[in-house]
């Protein structure tokens, strides 16, 4: 009874100690102008070490309502499988012609019975062979710490300290350019980072 008690309240203070080591990252994403920039995705790179394995069972869905996609910008780590389920009475024919999945889900509704998986990391372009208005952008990236910016902040939460290379992208970032990259040393009371972006019109 006693080895269980201090088995248990060593695991309880092994478990303390490894939430004490993981921070909080506020990111702050403006245009030129100064004007916050919704729709921005931001990762945090491991500059050393391995990377977390994609969790069982990690997924994610992009929606088609109103013939656009819901959401636009969707970021997921490499291996992700994708659904694309269509909620409209039109059918759809989503596609990527982009070289890190090119694929083709042709005219459906209802969801398709398999999802597409992202592999590569980098940025693939979705539209709609049958909308044209219908745009969207699948950001993938060799890591579980991002997220997408909401009234111009992204909040990624714990995460390791360490040394990382804070990486942005946004739609209108050129395409020719690889997306924005600065290093980052994150400490256990956590870092605010404000980043500004030449994107396009």
Not at 140 to 150: E, G, H, K, L, S
Request: charged content about 20%.
């Amino acid at each position: 009874m006693r080895r269980a008690l201090r088995w248990g309240i060593g695991l309880a203070a092994a478990l303390r100690a490894a939430i004490a080591i993981a921070a909080d990252v506020t990111v702050s994403v403006l245009d030129a102008t100064g004007r916050p920039l919704d729709e921005a995705a931001v990762a945090l790179l491991p500059r050393s070490g391995s990377v977390p394995a994609l969790p069982p069972g990690a997924q994610a869905v992009i929606e088609q309502r109103a013939r656009q996609f819901v959401p636009r910008v969707t970021v997921v780590q490499t291996g992700t499988p994708v659904h694309f389920p269509n909620h409209d009475t039109v059918r759809h024919h989503v596609y990527s012609f982009s070289p890190i999945k090119p694929f083709e889900i042709k005219l459906y509704v209802g969801t398709p019975a398999q999802p597409v998986v992202f592999d590569k990391p980098g940025t693939a372009v979705l539209g709609c062979n049958i909308h044209d208005q219908m745009v969207a952008w699948v950001h993938v990236v060799d890591t579980p710490w991002f997220a997408v910016t909401r009234e111009g902040k992204a909040r990624i939460v714990q995460v390791p300290v360490g040394n990382y290379l804070l990486q942005v992208w946004h739609p209108r970032w050129p395409e020719s350019r690889a997306p924005h990259r600065q290093p980052i040393t994150l400490q256990a009371r956590g870092a605010e980072v404000e980043v500004r972006l030449e994107v396009g019109p």
